[in-house]
């Protein structure tokens, strides 16, 4: 059985549109999308189109969340520019569209062979907020996935490709569609990368294997729907590219 995760599009249709295509190859039997769909990109709209076709079960994200019923206790703290574009992504979406994303659930469970399941959320199975990167102390691994041993876990929100034992279990995340970047990356060193992330999860005979992919995007191309989109500070997304076009 193949299962492909997605996650972390924000916005950008254009990205996940070469993602399917390249899913279109690969077989899968399932797609399941692990939240933070819509806000921060210049194709919101494009975007639940494209998510409504394929009819996949969706996560909760934080930026979902915030989205739909914005307010001061969010744990990450949103600039003037974010407020501008949450506003204009809302002016670009339909009641229709609105209700789709309040169809998403906190966790999405996937049963797989040999009696297997996959669970998956945003951030944790606790909070779509929670954190999880290669560095994270192992303390925090466990206290936030071990009592879910030995599911099989897919997560999102830190746009880092990660893979990792917990416990019994076994813990991936595939990367980010909309916004690949590297963590590490100091504030001044900051750029995002030129290909869209997923994962596919394959499980046979009950064991699991984990395949992480990367799909070049035409940065031209990207800077060029987003000027063109009318979202605001639109130049900020061929700066995160350091674009130079």
Not at 21 to 35: A, P, T
Not at 84 to 110: A, G, H, K, M, N
Request: net charge negative; with cysteine.
């Amino acid at each position: 059985m193949k299962i492909a995760a997605i996650s972390d599009i924000h916005g950008n249709a254009y990205s996940l549109g070469l993602v399917l295509g390249d899913l279109e190859k690969r077989r899968v039997d399932r797609v399941v999308c692990l939240g933070d769909t819509v806000q921060g990109g210049a194709q919101p709209a494009e975007t639940v189109e494209a998510l409504r076709r394929l009819a996949c079960p969706i996560v909760m994200g934080n930026a979902d969340a915030w989205l739909l019923d914005e307010g001061d206790d969010t744990k990450e703290p949103t600039t003037s520019q974010q407020r501008e574009v949450r506003e204009w992504t809302i002016s670009r979406l339909s009641s229709s569209d609105l209700d789709f994303l309040r169809s998403y659930q906190p966790t999405v469970t996937v049963d797989l062979d040999a009696g297997r399941r996959l669970l998956c959320f945003h951030g944790s199975p606790h909070s779509f907020d929670d954190i999880l990167l290669p560095d994270t102390p192992n303390e925090t691994w466990d206290q936030m996935l071990g009592g879910f041993s030995p599911s099989i876990m897919a997560g999102g929100h830190t746009h880092t490709q990660q893979l990792r034992r917990v416990r019994e279990g076994l813990f991936f995340n595939p990367g980010s569609v909309g916004l690949a970047y590297d963590y590490h990356l100091s504030e001044e060193s900051y750029h995002a990368d030129p290909w869209a992330e997923y994962a596919i999860l394959t499980v046979e005979g009950g064991e699991p294997s984990v395949e992480f992919r990367r799909v070049p995007i035409d940065v031209d191309e990207l800077v060029r729907i987003t000027r063109t989109s009318g979202r605001p500070h639109a130049d900020k997304v061929a700066a995160d590219y350091r674009y130079q076009g």
